[in-house]
Protein backbone atom coordinates (compact mmCIF):
# COMPACT_ATOMS: atom_id res chain seq x y z
CA UNK A 1 0.00 0.00 0.00
CA UNK A 2 3.11 2.30 0.70
CA UNK A 3 3.68 2.71 -2.93
CA UNK A 4 0.32 3.98 -3.66
CA UNK A 5 1.82 7.62 -1.77
CA UNK A 6 4.96 7.46 -4.79
CA UNK A 7 4.75 10.58 -6.44
CA UNK A 8 3.01 12.75 -3.87
CA UNK A 9 4.26 16.38 -2.55
CA UNK A 10 5.46 16.39 1.21
CA UNK A 11 6.66 18.40 3.58
CA UNK A 12 8.89 16.91 6.29
CA UNK A 13 10.02 19.02 9.51
CA UNK A 14 13.06 17.13 11.16
CA UNK A 15 13.10 20.16 13.68
CA UNK A 16 15.58 23.08 14.54
CA UNK A 17 18.68 21.27 14.00
CA UNK A 18 17.56 19.69 10.56
CA UNK A 19 14.76 22.14 9.08
CA UNK A 20 12.23 21.46 6.63
CA UNK A 21 12.90 19.45 3.42
CA UNK A 22 9.97 19.31 0.60
CA UNK A 23 9.92 17.11 -2.31
CA UNK A 24 8.06 14.41 -4.07
CA UNK A 25 8.49 10.91 -2.24
CA UNK A 26 10.14 8.48 -4.27
CA UNK A 27 10.58 5.24 -1.82
CA UNK A 28 8.75 4.33 1.04
CA UNK A 29 10.10 1.54 3.16
CA UNK A 30 7.80 0.34 5.98
CA UNK A 31 10.73 -2.34 7.31
CA UNK A 32 13.39 0.01 8.14
CA UNK A 33 10.81 2.90 8.51
CA UNK A 34 12.38 5.79 6.09
CA UNK A 35 11.11 7.83 3.38
CA UNK A 36 13.06 9.39 0.44
CA UNK A 37 12.39 12.41 -1.36
CA UNK A 38 13.46 13.10 -5.18
CA UNK A 39 14.02 16.42 -6.10
CA UNK A 40 14.95 17.87 -2.53
CA UNK A 41 14.19 21.42 -1.55
CA UNK A 42 16.29 22.51 1.85
CA UNK A 43 14.62 25.57 3.73
CA UNK A 44 13.40 26.58 0.58
CA UNK A 45 16.83 26.04 -1.03
CA UNK A 46 17.33 23.32 -3.64
CA UNK A 47 19.57 21.05 -2.88
CA UNK A 48 22.30 19.48 -4.95
CA UNK A 49 21.91 15.80 -4.21
CA UNK A 50 19.13 14.33 -6.33
CA UNK A 51 17.21 11.81 -2.83
CA UNK A 52 17.53 12.55 0.18
CA UNK A 53 16.51 9.67 2.87
CA UNK A 54 14.68 10.19 6.10
CA UNK A 55 14.80 7.95 9.12
CA UNK A 56 11.02 8.13 11.25
CA UNK A 57 12.50 9.31 14.14
CA UNK A 58 14.30 12.37 12.69
CA UNK A 59 10.78 13.41 11.08
CA UNK A 60 8.87 15.58 13.71
CA UNK A 61 5.66 16.51 11.50
CA UNK A 62 5.00 15.58 8.13
CA UNK A 63 2.60 17.55 5.50
CA UNK A 64 0.95 16.25 2.88
CA UNK A 65 1.45 18.97 0.37
CA UNK A 66 0.12 17.26 -3.28
CA UNK A 67 -1.38 13.54 -3.90
CA UNK A 68 -1.55 12.88 -7.54
CA UNK A 69 -4.65 12.19 -9.43
CA UNK A 70 -4.80 8.52 -11.01
CA UNK A 71 -4.36 9.45 -14.33
CA UNK A 72 -0.91 11.62 -13.28
CA UNK A 73 1.68 9.75 -15.96
CA UNK A 74 4.54 11.65 -13.50
CA UNK A 75 7.02 10.18 -12.39
CA UNK A 76 8.89 10.23 -8.88
CA UNK A 77 12.25 11.23 -10.56
CA UNK A 78 10.46 13.95 -13.03
CA UNK A 79 9.89 16.67 -9.87
CA UNK A 80 11.56 20.08 -12.20
CA UNK A 81 12.05 22.90 -9.84
CA UNK A 82 8.99 24.62 -11.09
CA UNK A 83 6.63 22.02 -9.49
CA UNK A 84 7.67 23.27 -5.91
CA UNK A 85 8.82 27.16 -7.74
CA UNK A 86 11.03 27.63 -5.09
CA UNK A 87 14.18 29.61 -6.39
CA UNK A 88 17.57 29.93 -3.97
CA UNK A 89 20.65 29.02 -3.04
CA UNK A 90 21.29 25.14 -2.54
CA UNK A 91 22.73 22.85 -0.20
CA UNK A 92 24.67 19.26 -0.03
CA UNK A 93 22.90 17.08 2.02
CA UNK A 94 24.63 13.54 2.52
CA UNK A 95 24.39 10.73 5.23
CA UNK A 96 26.06 9.59 8.03
CA UNK A 97 26.72 6.47 9.42
CA UNK A 98 23.59 6.74 11.26
CA UNK A 99 21.67 7.23 8.66
CA UNK A 100 20.29 10.60 9.85
CA UNK A 101 20.75 13.33 6.56
CA UNK A 102 23.51 15.78 7.87
CA UNK A 103 23.55 19.16 6.38
CA UNK A 104 26.53 21.04 5.08
CA UNK A 105 25.31 24.50 3.40
CA UNK A 106 27.08 25.29 0.32
CA UNK A 107 25.46 28.51 -2.06
CA UNK A 108 25.66 28.25 -5.40
CA UNK A 109 24.05 30.48 -8.37
CA UNK A 110 20.63 30.77 -8.42
CA UNK A 111 18.60 30.72 -11.52
CA UNK A 112 15.80 33.00 -12.71
CA UNK A 113 13.36 33.81 -10.40
CA UNK A 114 10.67 30.86 -9.98
CA UNK A 115 6.94 31.22 -8.98
CA UNK A 116 6.53 30.71 -5.08
CA UNK A 117 3.72 29.06 -3.86
CA UNK A 118 1.68 30.60 -1.35
CA UNK A 119 2.51 28.64 2.36
CA UNK A 120 0.37 29.35 5.50
CA UNK A 121 0.94 28.47 8.88
CA UNK A 122 -0.49 24.19 9.07
CA UNK A 123 -0.59 23.99 12.61
CA UNK A 124 -4.60 24.20 12.60
CA UNK A 125 -5.03 23.33 9.37
CA UNK A 126 -6.94 20.42 7.42
CA UNK A 127 -6.10 18.57 3.83
CA UNK A 128 -9.25 19.25 2.21
CA UNK A 129 -8.61 16.91 -1.56
CA UNK A 130 -11.22 17.30 -4.09
CA UNK A 131 -13.26 14.73 -5.44
CA UNK A 132 -12.27 15.05 -8.64
CA UNK A 133 -8.99 13.13 -7.11
CA UNK A 134 -11.41 9.80 -7.60
CA UNK A 135 -10.17 8.78 -3.90
CA UNK A 136 -12.63 7.96 -1.05
CA UNK A 137 -11.91 8.39 2.65
CA UNK A 138 -11.37 4.79 3.03
CA UNK A 139 -8.90 4.44 0.64
CA UNK A 140 -7.05 7.11 2.53
CA UNK A 141 -7.39 5.55 5.75
CA UNK A 142 -6.16 2.69 4.51
CA UNK A 143 -2.95 3.81 3.09
CA UNK A 144 -2.03 6.40 5.65
CA UNK A 145 -1.12 3.38 7.90
CA UNK A 146 1.75 2.93 5.35
CA UNK A 147 3.47 5.73 6.08
CA UNK A 148 6.11 5.89 8.81
CA UNK A 149 4.28 6.68 11.67
CA UNK A 150 6.11 9.31 12.76
CA UNK A 151 5.22 11.32 16.29
CA UNK A 152 4.67 14.99 14.25
CA UNK A 153 2.31 12.96 11.70
CA UNK A 154 -1.30 13.19 12.56
CA UNK A 155 -3.98 11.70 10.51
CA UNK A 156 -6.96 14.30 9.86
CA UNK A 157 -10.73 12.78 8.98
CA UNK A 158 -12.64 15.85 7.61
CA UNK A 159 -15.45 15.95 4.78
CA UNK A 160 -14.48 16.23 1.18
CA UNK A 161 -14.59 19.55 -0.72
CA UNK A 162 -17.35 19.68 -3.00
CA UNK A 163 -15.35 22.76 -5.07
CA UNK A 164 -14.48 22.21 -8.73
CA UNK A 165 -10.62 22.96 -7.82
CA UNK A 166 -7.85 20.83 -10.37
CA UNK A 167 -7.88 17.46 -9.59
CA UNK A 168 -4.16 17.93 -8.67
CA UNK A 169 -4.90 20.69 -6.16
CA UNK A 170 -5.03 20.55 -2.39
CA UNK A 171 -6.54 23.77 -0.50
CA UNK A 172 -5.66 24.44 3.14
CA UNK A 173 -8.69 24.92 5.02
CA UNK A 174 -7.84 27.19 8.24
CA UNK A 175 -9.92 26.46 11.64
CA UNK A 176 -11.58 29.82 12.46
CA UNK A 177 -11.19 31.09 9.16
CA UNK A 178 -13.36 30.96 6.20
CA UNK A 179 -10.19 30.98 3.50
CA UNK A 180 -11.55 28.97 0.92
CA UNK A 181 -14.20 31.96 0.79
CA UNK A 182 -11.48 34.33 -0.09
CA UNK A 183 -10.32 31.99 -2.37
CA UNK A 184 -13.70 31.89 -4.43
CA UNK A 185 -13.90 35.76 -3.91
CA UNK A 186 -10.09 36.60 -5.25
CA UNK A 187 -11.51 34.11 -8.15
CA UNK A 188 -14.24 36.51 -9.02
CA UNK A 189 -12.07 39.71 -8.94
CA UNK A 190 -9.02 38.66 -10.15
CA UNK A 191 -10.01 35.43 -12.14
CA UNK A 192 -10.89 36.72 -16.08
CA UNK A 193 -9.05 35.86 -18.89
CA UNK A 194 -6.66 38.76 -20.01
CA UNK A 195 -8.04 38.44 -23.36
CA UNK A 196 -11.51 39.38 -22.02
CA UNK A 197 -10.55 42.68 -21.32
CA UNK A 198 -11.76 45.41 -23.74
CA UNK A 199 -9.66 47.60 -25.43
CA UNK A 200 -11.81 50.53 -25.41
CA UNK A 201 -11.48 52.99 -22.15
CA UNK A 202 -14.91 53.08 -19.96
CA UNK A 203 -17.68 56.17 -20.89
CA UNK A 204 -17.81 57.57 -17.39
CA UNK A 205 -19.26 60.91 -19.07
CA UNK A 206 -22.03 58.47 -20.95
CA UNK A 207 -23.01 56.15 -17.74
CA UNK A 208 -22.99 59.60 -15.49
CA UNK A 209 -25.68 60.71 -18.06
CA UNK A 210 -27.21 58.13 -17.84
CA UNK A 211 -28.28 58.71 -14.39
CA UNK A 212 -31.05 61.68 -13.45
CA UNK A 213 -30.07 62.62 -10.02
CA UNK A 214 -32.88 64.86 -9.78
CA UNK A 215 -35.23 62.43 -10.63
CA UNK A 216 -33.97 59.95 -7.87
CA UNK A 217 -33.92 62.63 -5.01
CA UNK A 218 -37.22 63.55 -6.40
CA UNK A 219 -38.57 60.64 -6.04
CA UNK A 220 -36.82 59.95 -2.57
CA UNK A 221 -38.66 62.91 -1.14
CA UNK A 222 -41.89 61.82 -2.59
CA UNK A 223 -41.62 58.65 -1.20
CA UNK A 224 -40.39 60.37 2.61
CA UNK A 225 -43.49 63.09 2.46
CA UNK A 226 -45.97 60.00 1.75
CA UNK A 227 -44.71 57.42 4.46
CA UNK A 228 -42.77 59.49 6.73
CA UNK A 229 -39.87 58.25 7.21
CA UNK A 230 -36.42 58.84 5.83
CA UNK A 231 -35.17 56.59 3.37
CA UNK A 232 -31.88 54.52 3.62
CA UNK A 233 -29.93 56.61 0.23
CA UNK A 234 -31.01 60.41 1.55
CA UNK A 235 -28.17 62.18 2.37
CA UNK A 236 -29.10 63.74 6.22
CA UNK A 237 -28.70 67.11 6.61
CA UNK A 238 -25.64 68.40 8.81
CA UNK A 239 -26.96 69.30 12.14
CA UNK A 240 -26.22 73.31 12.59
CA UNK A 241 -23.23 74.57 14.38
CA UNK A 242 -23.84 77.21 16.73
CA UNK A 243 -20.76 79.53 18.08
CA UNK A 244 -20.96 80.38 21.91
CA UNK A 245 -22.15 83.69 21.45
CA UNK A 246 -24.69 82.97 19.10
CA UNK A 247 -28.67 82.62 19.97
CA UNK A 248 -29.94 78.66 18.91
CA UNK A 249 -33.70 80.37 19.43
CA UNK A 250 -34.87 81.44 15.70
CA UNK A 251 -34.38 85.43 15.27
CA UNK A 252 -35.97 87.78 12.35
CA UNK A 253 -33.84 88.00 9.24
CA UNK A 254 -30.68 90.33 9.78
CA UNK A 255 -30.89 93.45 7.96
CA UNK A 256 -27.43 94.35 6.82
CA UNK A 257 -27.56 98.01 5.54
CA UNK A 258 -28.82 99.60 8.79
CA UNK A 259 -27.19 103.41 7.31
CA UNK A 260 -29.13 104.92 4.78
CA UNK A 261 -27.80 108.49 3.56
CA UNK A 262 -30.08 110.78 2.06
CA UNK A 263 -28.15 110.77 -1.59
CA UNK A 264 -27.18 107.82 -3.44
CA UNK A 265 -23.72 106.89 -1.63
CA UNK A 266 -20.44 107.38 -4.66
CA UNK A 267 -19.01 104.26 -2.07
CA UNK A 268 -19.89 101.95 0.07
CA UNK A 269 -17.81 99.71 2.58
CA UNK A 270 -18.97 96.72 5.04
CA UNK A 271 -17.62 95.61 8.06
CA UNK A 272 -16.03 93.11 9.27
CA UNK A 273 -19.48 91.42 10.49
CA UNK A 274 -20.45 92.26 6.96
CA UNK A 275 -22.99 95.52 7.99
CA UNK A 276 -22.87 98.28 5.10
CA UNK A 277 -21.62 101.39 5.28
CA UNK A 278 -22.16 104.58 2.68
CA UNK A 279 -19.92 107.35 2.01
CA UNK A 280 -21.22 110.69 2.22
CA UNK A 281 -20.25 114.02 0.62
CA UNK A 282 -17.98 116.31 2.03
CA UNK A 283 -20.97 118.89 2.29
CA UNK A 284 -23.07 116.61 4.75
CA UNK A 285 -20.37 115.39 6.44
CA UNK A 286 -19.39 119.21 7.65
CA UNK A 287 -23.09 119.76 7.62
CA UNK A 288 -22.97 116.85 10.77
CA UNK A 289 -20.23 117.87 12.32
CA UNK A 290 -22.17 121.74 12.61
CA UNK A 291 -25.01 120.07 14.29
CA UNK A 292 -23.48 117.67 16.81
CA UNK A 293 -21.25 120.68 17.54
CA UNK A 294 -24.56 123.13 18.39
CA UNK A 295 -26.13 120.34 20.38
CA UNK A 296 -22.85 120.73 22.60
CA UNK A 297 -20.21 118.19 20.90
CA UNK A 298 -18.09 120.87 20.66
CA UNK A 299 -14.75 121.28 18.78
CA UNK A 300 -12.50 120.67 21.73
CA UNK A 301 -14.24 117.31 22.23
CA UNK A 302 -14.11 116.37 19.14
CA UNK A 303 -10.71 116.50 19.00
CA UNK A 304 -10.36 115.20 21.98
CA UNK A 305 -12.06 111.62 20.72
CA UNK A 306 -10.59 112.17 17.59
CA UNK A 307 -6.94 112.03 19.57
CA UNK A 308 -7.88 109.29 21.81
CA UNK A 309 -8.99 106.90 18.84
CA UNK A 310 -6.39 107.58 16.48
CA UNK A 311 -3.79 106.84 19.02
CA UNK A 312 -5.49 103.68 19.55
CA UNK A 313 -4.87 102.70 16.23
CA UNK A 314 -1.42 103.55 16.16
CA UNK A 315 -0.54 102.13 19.44
CA UNK A 316 -2.37 98.78 17.60
CA UNK A 317 0.07 99.33 14.38
CA UNK A 318 3.25 99.68 16.14
CA UNK A 319 3.11 96.24 18.22
CA UNK A 320 0.59 96.89 20.65
CA UNK A 321 1.53 95.12 24.00
CA UNK A 322 4.41 93.15 22.33
CA UNK A 323 5.95 96.19 21.74
CA UNK A 324 4.83 98.66 24.28
CA UNK A 325 6.46 96.68 27.61
CA UNK A 326 8.60 97.67 30.24
CA UNK A 327 11.25 94.35 29.18
CA UNK A 328 11.42 96.65 25.43
CA UNK A 329 12.07 99.70 27.01
CA UNK A 330 15.15 99.62 24.69
CA UNK A 331 12.53 99.43 21.74
CA UNK A 332 11.17 102.92 22.16
CA UNK A 333 8.95 103.15 18.94
CA UNK A 334 9.38 106.61 16.98
CA UNK A 335 6.07 108.19 15.52
CA UNK A 336 7.01 111.26 12.87
CA UNK A 337 3.67 113.35 13.49
CA UNK A 338 3.33 116.21 10.22
CA UNK A 339 0.80 118.44 11.19
CA UNK A 340 -0.75 121.39 9.22
CA UNK A 341 -1.94 124.96 10.24
CA UNK A 342 -5.84 123.97 10.35
CA UNK A 343 -8.10 122.16 12.20
CA UNK A 344 -7.05 118.63 10.58
CA UNK A 345 -3.57 119.51 12.15
CA UNK A 346 -5.06 119.88 15.85
CA UNK A 347 -6.22 116.38 15.85
CA UNK A 348 -2.48 115.10 14.69
CA UNK A 349 -1.66 117.45 17.76
CA UNK A 350 -3.96 115.66 20.18
CA UNK A 351 -2.83 112.41 18.84
CA UNK A 352 0.72 113.05 19.69
CA UNK A 353 0.19 113.94 23.15
CA UNK A 354 -1.66 110.52 24.07
CA UNK A 355 0.96 108.49 22.19
CA UNK A 356 3.40 110.30 24.07
CA UNK A 357 1.50 109.46 27.18
CA UNK A 358 2.39 106.35 26.28
CA UNK A 359 6.07 106.25 26.23
CA UNK A 360 6.37 106.72 22.35
CA UNK A 361 8.64 109.19 20.81
CA UNK A 362 7.00 111.85 19.35
CA UNK A 363 8.51 114.33 16.53
CA UNK A 364 6.08 116.68 15.62
CA UNK A 365 6.63 119.22 12.68
CA UNK A 366 4.46 121.95 12.50
CA UNK A 367 5.66 125.08 10.15
CA UNK A 368 6.03 128.50 11.45
CA UNK A 369 2.43 131.08 11.12
CA UNK A 370 2.28 134.40 12.38
CA UNK A 371 -1.44 133.83 13.93
CA UNK A 372 -2.04 130.21 14.91
CA UNK A 373 -6.14 128.71 15.28
CA UNK A 374 -7.04 128.76 18.75
CA UNK A 375 -7.64 125.00 18.77
CA UNK A 376 -4.34 124.34 17.65
CA UNK A 377 -2.85 126.83 20.15
CA UNK A 378 -4.70 125.15 23.01
CA UNK A 379 -3.15 121.74 21.95
CA UNK A 380 0.33 122.78 21.54
CA UNK A 381 0.10 123.88 25.35
CA UNK A 382 -0.96 120.44 26.22
CA UNK A 383 1.79 118.48 24.01
CA UNK A 384 4.70 120.82 25.29
CA UNK A 385 3.70 119.34 28.75
CA UNK A 386 5.06 115.90 27.66
CA UNK A 387 8.43 114.55 26.22
CA UNK A 388 7.78 115.04 22.86
CA UNK A 389 9.59 117.02 20.73
CA UNK A 390 8.42 119.93 18.05
CA UNK A 391 10.33 121.08 14.94
CA UNK A 392 9.23 123.25 12.51
CA UNK A 393 12.16 122.94 9.81
CA UNK A 394 12.66 119.70 7.47
CA UNK A 395 15.83 119.49 8.52
CA UNK A 396 14.91 118.30 12.09
CA UNK A 397 13.60 115.49 10.99
CA UNK A 398 15.09 112.42 11.95
CA UNK A 399 17.32 111.03 8.06
CA UNK A 400 16.75 107.41 9.07
CA UNK A 401 13.10 105.51 9.10
CA UNK A 402 10.99 105.93 11.88
CA UNK A 403 8.28 103.59 13.13
CA UNK A 404 5.47 105.51 11.83
CA UNK A 405 4.17 108.51 10.18
CA UNK A 406 1.44 110.26 10.97
CA UNK A 407 0.00 112.64 8.10
CA UNK A 408 -2.01 115.39 9.06
CA UNK A 409 -1.04 118.07 6.53
CA UNK A 410 -3.79 118.16 4.17
CA UNK A 411 -7.04 120.17 4.28
CA UNK A 412 -10.52 119.52 2.75
CA UNK A 413 -10.41 123.52 1.64
CA UNK A 414 -7.21 125.45 1.91
CA UNK A 415 -5.76 123.87 -1.16
CA UNK A 416 -3.16 126.33 -1.59
CA UNK A 417 -1.02 124.90 0.80
CA UNK A 418 0.06 122.70 -1.14
CA UNK A 419 2.16 125.42 -3.21
CA UNK A 420 4.13 126.12 -0.01
CA UNK A 421 7.79 125.26 0.35
CA UNK A 422 7.31 123.89 3.47
CA UNK A 423 4.69 121.30 2.48
CA UNK A 424 6.69 120.17 -0.58
CA UNK A 425 9.60 119.51 1.64
CA UNK A 426 7.85 117.82 3.99
CA UNK A 427 6.35 115.76 1.05
CA UNK A 428 9.38 114.44 0.38
CA UNK A 429 10.83 113.80 3.43
CA UNK A 430 7.63 111.56 4.28
CA UNK A 431 8.16 109.84 0.50
CA UNK A 432 12.04 108.65 1.40
CA UNK A 433 11.90 108.16 4.69
CA UNK A 434 10.11 104.34 3.84
CA UNK A 435 7.65 104.51 6.62
CA UNK A 436 4.17 103.56 7.35
CA UNK A 437 2.05 106.22 6.16
CA UNK A 438 -1.38 106.78 8.58
CA UNK A 439 -3.86 110.06 7.73
CA UNK A 440 -5.73 110.75 9.80
CA UNK A 441 -9.14 112.40 7.95
CA UNK A 442 -7.69 112.67 4.60
CA UNK A 443 -9.43 114.61 2.20
CA UNK A 444 -12.35 113.36 -0.88
CA UNK A 445 -10.54 110.99 -3.53
CA UNK A 446 -11.53 114.59 -5.75
CA UNK A 447 -8.47 116.12 -4.10
CA UNK A 448 -5.09 114.13 -4.88
CA UNK A 449 -2.68 113.50 -1.90
CA UNK A 450 0.81 114.05 -2.01
CA UNK A 451 1.83 111.50 0.67
CA UNK A 452 0.79 107.64 -0.49
CA UNK A 453 -1.05 106.29 2.86
CA UNK A 454 -1.27 102.85 3.60
CA UNK A 455 -4.63 103.76 6.59
CA UNK A 456 -6.43 106.12 6.67
CA UNK A 457 -9.12 106.84 9.46
CA UNK A 458 -12.30 108.51 9.11
CA UNK A 459 -14.63 110.27 11.44
CA UNK A 460 -18.30 108.83 12.47
CA UNK A 461 -18.70 108.17 8.17
CA UNK A 462 -16.48 107.44 5.75
CA UNK A 463 -15.75 110.35 2.62
CA UNK A 464 -15.24 108.60 -0.63
CA UNK A 465 -11.85 108.04 -0.84
CA UNK A 466 -9.47 106.95 -3.46
CA UNK A 467 -7.37 103.97 -3.78
CA UNK A 468 -4.24 106.33 -2.62
CA UNK A 469 -5.80 106.60 0.56
CA UNK A 470 -4.67 102.72 1.48
CA UNK A 471 -7.17 100.53 4.13
CA UNK A 472 -9.91 102.50 5.77
CA UNK A 473 -10.88 102.36 9.29
CA UNK A 474 -13.65 104.35 10.94
CA UNK A 475 -13.84 105.89 14.33
CA UNK A 476 -16.70 106.63 16.59
CA UNK A 477 -16.73 110.38 17.95
CA UNK A 478 -19.19 110.39 19.73
CA UNK A 479 -22.45 111.87 17.73
CA UNK A 480 -25.16 110.65 18.76
CA UNK A 481 -28.15 109.16 16.80
CA UNK A 482 -30.69 111.59 16.61
CA UNK A 483 -28.15 114.19 15.25
CA UNK A 484 -27.80 111.97 12.19
CA UNK A 485 -31.57 111.72 12.24
CA UNK A 486 -31.52 115.59 12.03
CA UNK A 487 -29.31 115.79 9.39
CA UNK A 488 -31.63 113.32 7.32
CA UNK A 489 -29.39 109.73 7.67
CA UNK A 490 -31.20 107.02 9.45
CA UNK A 491 -27.61 105.45 11.24
CA UNK A 492 -27.65 102.40 13.46
CA UNK A 493 -24.14 102.35 14.65
CA UNK A 494 -21.71 99.61 13.19
CA UNK A 495 -19.27 100.10 16.32
CA UNK A 496 -20.49 97.32 18.30
CA UNK A 497 -17.85 97.12 21.22
CA UNK A 498 -15.19 99.24 19.43
CA UNK A 499 -14.36 102.41 19.05
CA UNK A 500 -12.74 101.74 15.67
CA UNK A 501 -13.13 99.50 12.93
CA UNK A 502 -11.92 98.68 9.96
CA UNK A 503 -13.80 98.94 6.60
CA UNK A 504 -13.60 97.13 3.27
CA UNK A 505 -14.58 98.27 -0.16
CA UNK A 506 -17.50 96.25 -2.21
Not at 362 to 372: E, G, R, S, T
Request: charged share 25%.
Amino acid sequence: MATDWLGSIVSINCGESLGVYQGRVSAVDQVSQTISLTRPFHNGVKCLVPEVTFRAGDITELKILEIPGPGDSRQCGDLQQTDLGIPGVGCQVGPSQNGTGKVLKKPISSSAPQNIPRRTDMKNQDVIISPQQQCSKSYMDRHVEALPQSKGFRRRHNSWSSSSRHPNQVTPKKSGLKNGQMKSKDDECFGDDIDEIPDTDFDFEGNLALFDKAAVFEEIETYERRSGTRSRGTPSEKPARYRHDENILESEPIDYRRIVVPHNAHKEFCTDSGLVVPSVSYELHKKLLSVAEKHGLTLERRLEMTGVCASQMALSLLGGPNRLNPKNVHQRPTVALLCGPHVKGAQGISCGRHLSNHDVHVILFLPNFVKMLESITNELNLFSKTEGQQVSSVKDLPDTPVDLVINCLDCHENAFLRDQPWYKATVDWANQNRAPVLSIDPPVSEVEQGIDAKWSLALGLPLPLGERAGRVYLCDIGIPQKVFQEVGINYHSPFGCKFVIPLHST
